[in-house]
């Protein structure tokens, strides 16, 4: 059965197109939601709410769509809410020394310490930009797709992409900095004990 078909079943109440729905996107919606929180436990939280709302709201969709578009919408905004709720808290979505697995599984990287440095400095950028990484590179999601995810104009989304960029490289530039100060004074202690 195809999306449409699944969609139209699931406007009309049929539980099992929710239940196929669930388990095509349940794992992708996770891994987004991870990426974007970096919390197993706000990810999973995210999650079931996106799919709550996809079953409460099933008569607003529009067959033609799919579903795909607009869980990620769904899950971008209630990302965002999140962030809002921290900020307005001063509690700031950073790693939390979670495993890493869901995203090194999926990463191209062979240097699990490269990734887990990639991941801690997407953490520390703009959540805004971040998004927007994330959706492009890590979900193969368009600049126009983005843009009506998160309601604003392509060379906005193509801003966006290019900030977090800049800012990633600059932190990964840090860190590469520090552990080379770092095996230089390791270096250096050795040198005087002999």
Known sequence: MDE?????KLKAGDFEAFEELLLKYEKPIFNYAYRLTFKKADAEDLTQETFLRLYDKR???????????????VATNIAFDLFRKRKRANELPIDDNEEFETIAVSSPYHNIERVKDIESALGK???????????????DFTYEEIGVFLEIPVNTVKTYIRRGKEALKELLLD?????TNGQNRTKDKKHKRH
Do not use: Q, S
């Open 59 to 73: 008569k607003t969709l529009d067959p033609d769509k799919g579903a795909k578009n607009w869980l990620y919408t």
């Open 125 to 139: 950028l703009k959540p805004k930009h971040r998004n927007a990484l994330v959706l492009f590179y890590k979900e």
């Open 175 to 179: 860190y590469d900095t520090e552990k």
């Open 4 to 8: 449409r078909e699944l969609v139209i």
